[in-house]
């Protein structure tokens, strides 16, 4: 009963840093890829720095944010943010972008301010891409949150590394098993959520 409560627990303490980190990573990356539209200096510092953490391996990310932040939930949200922005920004930068000019010429053209424009042709189009970009980061955020219980985020990595130390197979498992269905889950919401959300002639391009 004990160890049922225990996985419970660490179950949902994993849960709410994956999605309290995923939420923060959306809320930066989303007005820095829009902004990118406006700005080529931006873009460029926003896609080099992005690229630049992501090819950091994240057992280092994580470490490297201890000596700045110490240990804990904070510091762990900030060390699975780093890593997921890139995905959002770059997928939602791309399809932002990638954009026929004839059908933005005839926006123009029939007198669509930039805001209904972006509202009714950018974000449509680059919904594809920019899910494609979340649901990414998300099963990111759920892998590296197991790594974060090296500084003291709790969840179900704690678990997993008391196996690993221990020797302990089924404690071992006990937590990687629910890590692995919430992986699954979070791959079957954003798929779910990306067809609801998709322009009906987009879904099959």
Known sequence: MAATALIINATWEHIVLVYTSLVVSILIALPLAFASLYSRRLALVV????????????????????????????????????????????NTYIGLTNIDPALLDYAHGIGLSEWQIHRFIRFPNAYPAMFAGIKFAAIL???????????????????????????????????AIPAIILAVLIDFFFTILEKKITPEHLKND
């Open 141 to 175: 955020t759920n892998s590296i949150a197991v790594l974060t219980a090296f500084i003291g985020s709790g969840g179900l990595g704690e678990i997993i590394f008391q196996g690993l130390i221990g020797y302990n197979t089924q404690k071992l498992l006990s937590g």
């Open 47 to 90: 896609m080099n720095f992005a690229n630049l953490v992501q090819a950091v391996p994240s057992f280092a990310v994580v470490a490297i944010v201890v000596p700045f932040l110490g240990i804990g939930f904070f510091p762990a949200l900030i060390a699975i943010m780093l890593r997921a922005l890139l995905p959002i920004i770059k």
